[in-house]
């Protein structure tokens, strides 16, 4: 357990150290934004390979991988995490391009199913993980007429909370975050017809443990309990960075809901098939997904 951080703590923490690293924050979106597209993607990539392997984080991504490919040597292992911290840092300088990227650069397919989610005339639950540049499939909804509210978990950092909402703008202009009362609102959204976008692969102590890479992750069950409560339907949806700034979003028909009448171990059957899903595209694009969470428990 945490031990509880001192009140000096918490004002040097509020009135120092969050107005620093917002100050750095806004400073690098600056020079991103000011760059063409394509130098920035790649700059930021650069910046990922270059920093990212010496930065805490990279400990817990190389457990990661090491646990959910034991097969693959050091030399395959350490490739995937520089391809990791290049996706990551090309997706950080994308964030000030996101209302540029569209048209040819992006491909879209299946986008049938998001049409037909946006004239159903009811609501919608599109779910996907942290893959490529997981900003990008709100941004194609946006451009096919389907407005997503989006989940999410707001920094720490207040300050820079309020720029990633500015940034996201491209895609959406309801953010909801995560917790009671965020919950309350996804669930007028979604009584009252709107769509939402949920990031399924984080891990959620108050989810359930499902299976995983062949490990149980805590799974937050959300998606498919509100899917079955408001009779939804629900999409998954696969992001892929092909080259450079340039995507592939994959939309597939809306998935079936069990129907055993227990409510509970139907959303459980549902997130096991949406995990193996998710599993499937991480395990074809290891490099394409964000293996810094703690997924797993250790």
């Known amino acids: 357990m945490a031990k509880p951080r001192s009140p000096l703590s918490r004002w040097l923490t509020r009135n120092l150290g969050h107005p620093l690293e917002a100050a750095l924050v806004h400073g690098v979106n600056a020079l991103f934004r000011a760059l063409p597209l394509d130098r920035a993607s790649a700059l930021g990539g650069w910046i990922g390979r270059t920093v990212g392997p010496w930065l805490p984080g990279n400990r817990t991504a190389r457990r990661n991988l090491t646990r959910a490919f034991p097969e693959k040597p050091g030399a395959e292992i350490d490739a995937i995490l520089r391809g990791m911290w290049d996706n990551l840092g090309r997706t950080i300088a994308e964030y000030p391009h996101l209302d540029r990227i569209g048209g040819e650069r992006v491909e879209v397919i299946g986008g049938e199913h998001a049409v037909a989610m946006r004239e159903d005339g009811k609501g919608g639950i599109m779910v996907s993980?942290?893959?490529?540049?997981?900003?990008?499939?709100?941004?194609?909804?946006?451009?096919?007429?389907?407005?997503?509210?989006?989940?999410?978990?707001?920094?720490?950092?207040?300050?820079?909370?309020?720029?990633?909402?500015?940034?996201?703008?491209?895609?959406?202009?309801?953010?909801?975050?995560?917790?009671?009362?965020?919950?309350?609102?996804?669930?007028?959204?979604?009584?009252?017809?709107?769509?939402?976008?949920?990031?399924?692969?984080?891990?959620?102590?108050?989810?359930?443990?499902?299976?995983?890479?062949?490990?149980?992750?805590?799974t937050v069950t959300a998606?498919?309990?509100?899917?079955?409560?408001?009779?939804?339907?629900?999409?998954?949806?696969?992001?892929?960075?092909?080259?450079?700034?340039?995507?592939?979003?994959?939309?597939?028909?809306?998935?079936?809901?069990?129907?055993?009448?227990?409510?509970?171990a139907d959303s459980r059957i549902l997130m096991e098939r949406l995990n193996r899903l998710l599993e499937d595209w991480i395990r074809e694009r290891p490099?394409?997904?964000l293996w810094l969470h703690r997924r797993w428990p250790d």
């Not at 999409?235 to 079936?256: K, M, S, Y």
Request: charged share 20%.
């Open 129 to 218: 993980g942290h893959l490529a540049n997981w900003e990008i499939q709100s941004v194609a909804s946006r451009k096919l007429g389907l407005e997503l509210a989006l989940v999410y978990r707001a920094p720490n950092n207040p300050y820079v909370g309020k720029l990633l909402v500015e940034l996201r703008g491209a895609a959406t202009a309801t953010h909801i975050p995560k917790g009671a009362e965020g919950a309350r609102t996804l669930m007028r959204v979604l009584a009252n017809g709107g769509h939402v976008g949920m990031l399924i692969d984080q891990k959620m102590n108050d989810g359930i443990p499902v299976p995983f890479f062949g490990r149980d992750a805590m």
């Open 287 to 289: 490099a394409q997904w």
């Open 223 to 264: 998606a498919a309990q509100l899917g079955m409560r408001f009779g939804v339907p629900l999409c998954a949806v696969r992001t892929e960075r092909l080259e450079g700034a340039n995507f592939r979003i994959t939309v597939l028909p809306p998935e079936a809901y069990p129907t055993s009448g227990d409510r509970n």
